[in-house]
Every structure is written in C-alpha cells, then in structure tokens.
C-alpha cells in the first residue's frame, strides 16, 4: 500500500470522518503489525497540523482504540501542551502492533511495554525481576526504581518473578488495586473492560490495597477477586499449575461468565465476536484448554457446552443461538397460529389400544414445549 493512501485513512480516521461500522474496521487494520512506520508518520504529520479546537475530537477517537485494545485510559494533559495529550493516546496504537515505547517524560522517565492482541512478551526489569505479558497487555515502569520501592503500573495481566530485596518493596498498581511484595511469584490480572481485577500467588506473600477494603494478604495459591461494579472482594483457593498456564499456552477458565471467556479468546487469538446469544449474567463455566489448542478446537467444544453456531470469516467470528423449537416459535404471535403435532401414545395412557401396540395421539404444538 501507497504511503499517500495510509496517510488519506489515518487522517480520515482522526477527524472521525468514516461511519461505525468502517471505523472499527480500521482500528484493526492501525493495530496490525503491517505498514508500522507509514503509519506512524501519518499519524505524527496529522498529529503536527492538528488544530487545538480539534484536539478534544481526537482525543475521543482514540480513546476508543485504546479501549478496544485493553490499553489504559492516560489522563489528559493542559490544553496548553497539546502534543502531550494527543500523544498520550496515540503512540499506544503502535507500540500494540509489537513495539516498545521509551517514553521519556522529565518527570519519570517512564518505558511503556505493550503487548498487542494475539501475543504474549517476556521482559525483564532493571532489578532483574522477570515479567510475562499476556495478550493486550501494557505495563509502564521507570529506567530506574526509586531508593525506597520498585512501581510499575499494570493495565491487563501479567505473570510477576520478582528478585527478593526486602529494602526496597515491588509494587504494582492498577486502576482498582495495588499489589506489595518482597520477593515472590504472583498473577495480576487486571483488565479495562473486565468486570473483576484477580491476584493469583504462586509463592511467597502479597499484600493487596483497595481504596474500600482493608488491605489482604494472600498465601500461596490463593486468589483474591476484586468485583469492579460491586467493590467487594472475595479469596479463593485454585490448583497451583492454574496460575501461570497461560504463559505456556494453556487456557483455564474456572467459573467464568460467558462474557469473559468470549473477551478472552478475542485477546489470545486476536478475533472480534459478535454474538446474538443471550447467556445470563449468572451462568458460569468450568472448563480447561491445556494442549495449546486452536481456536476452531477451543470453539468447537464450547459450542456445545454453552450452546450456539459459530462462522468465521478472517477475524470477524459471529456466534448465534442454536436453531430449534424455540426459534421456531419465535415467529409466531399466539398459541392459536400453532400447527399441531403428534406424539407417542403409551399403553398406560387412555386412548392406547388395550394390550395393543403404542399408537399417537395429536396435541397443540404449544402443550408439548
């Protein structure tokens, strides 16, 4: 592709020129690995010609990107600063297609990571802490860790070794929660668009803070659940091979609604559903992937678990209700435009032939659901 026509899209694209159904078609095509330095030029030329009375526009645009790719929200800056507060949404766009960002702000001298949808990173920290990114992930920490602790900022979720140094406490922090530690291995999880933020600990001690709870210290393989819409929390205890599985391509879903699983596979396999399948709020779901499988495999047995027909076309997934009776019926007004059927007459019901073989008998279609 032309660099003059990524140029036309990215700029169309800002001025939020393209309808709904085009727009989020394009928010995939920015966050693929291809063309990536086009498109950053683009996005830069755009970003320098912007007007300020345009900036709020912009700002919005991309602040639905970041939400479709897990990225945290970053408070706007002064209106005098105008390229900091377009930047602080848009260079995440890139750094999700595989990048990383080193973002040198003279405050903090912060390095963003990201990990985009459909891959999982491996890094490793200043103090030689390790750290595994899963899918639509960014974490954010300093060059170098302050004298007294070690803070990095997690929005998605991440598998933490953290070195032991007892002078200076690892700390992480998410929008809803804070996770302390000394030296351990432990799981955050802690997603924009989820309704619940999870710390798993795998060895060691933590010690987590919520603004409305009291803080709560976990043992190993305990998992603490933060519920967002609800600011309750609750701790349970999970299979000590559950926490990490998904770094080695394992998928383990253990009371999960619906919503979750479907949220998740969109990350690991980098897909959009879109579902017309009605499952309640309250059911959930047990169930473990852990031979690396594929995506058609995984949905092959969820189809029937859960019940409901999947196509595919590239990376536009559609789930829909399984046909039968009740699809049927929902086209009909009353029980008076129902045909009748019949059924299986049983020697123990009146009407059967005495000592004679099962006949049927006929019944409104509506008196057999």
């Known amino acids: 592709m032309e660099a003059n026509s990524i140029a036309r899209i990215i700029r169309k694209y800002l001025s939020g020129r393209f309808s709904p159904e085009t727009e989020e078609k394009v928010q995939r095509w920015i966050i693929k690995d291809k063309y990536p330095e086009e498109k950053e030029k683009a996005s830069l030329a755009y970003w320098n010609e912007v007007e300020a009375k345009s900036d709020t526009d912009t700002y919005l645009a991309l602040e639905r990107v970041n939400k479709r790719i897990g990225h945290q929200k970053m408070r706007p800056l002064p209106l005098?600063?105008?390229?900091?507060?377009?930047?602080?949404?848009?260079?995440?766009?890139?750094?999700?297609?595989g990048g990383y960002l080193y973002h040198t702000s003279t405050r903090n001298h912060l390095i963003e990571i990201s990990a985009a949808y459909g891959e999982k990173k491996h890094l490793l920290l200043p103090d030689s802490s390790e750290i595994w990114?899963?899918?639509?992930?960014?974490?954010?920490?300093?060059?170098?860790?302050?004298?007294?602790?070690?803070?990095?900022?997690?929005n998605g979720e991440a598998y933490f070794s953290v070195k032991k140094d007892a002078a200076h406490p690892f700390i992480v922090n998410t929008?809803?929660?804070?996770?302390?530690v000394l030296g351990t291995k432990f799981n955050v999880k802690a997603?924009?668009?989820?309704?619940?933020?999870?710390?798993?600990?795998?060895s060691g001690k933590v010690e987590v803070t919520s603004p409305t709870q009291a803080s709560r210290i976990l043992k190993p393989n305990e998992q603490l659940t933060y519920d967002k819409r609800t600011?309750?929390?609750?701790?349970?205890?999970i299979p000590a091979n559950d926490t990490d599985g998904w770094i080695t391509g394992k998928l383990i879903f253990t009371h999960a609604p619906f919503t979750e699983i479907i949220r998740t596979l969109e990350r690991r396999y980098n897909v959009t559903f879109t579902t017309s399948v009605n499952i309640p709020a309250s059911k959930r779901y047990t169930v473990r992937f852990l031979k690396n499988e594929t995506l058609d495999e995984i949905l092959t047995v969820l189809k029937e678990m859960i019940g409901f027909r999947y196509r595919q076309e590239g990376n536009e997934i559609e789930l829909k209700p399984v046909g039968g009776i009740n699809s049927f019926l929902s086209g009909y007004e009353s029980n008076d435009d129902l045909l009748s059927i019949f059924i299986p007459l049983l020697q123990s019901e009146e009407g059967c032939p005495k000592g004679g073989v099962v006949g049927e008998k006929e019944v409104p279609l509506y008196s057999y659901l």
């Open 191 to 202: 997603y924009a668009d989820d309704n619940s933020v999870t710390t798993t600990l795998t």
């Open 133 to 154: 990114l899963n899918a639509g992930t960014v974490i954010k920490y300093p060059k170098r860790f302050s004298d007294s602790q070690r803070t990095v900022h997690l």
């Open 231 to 237: 600011s309750s929390i609750s701790i349970m205890e």
């Open 80 to 97: 005098r600063q105008k390229i900091s507060r377009i930047a602080a949404v848009l260079i995440p766009l890139f750094i999700l297609a």
């Open 175 to 180: 929008p809803q929660l804070s996770v302390k």
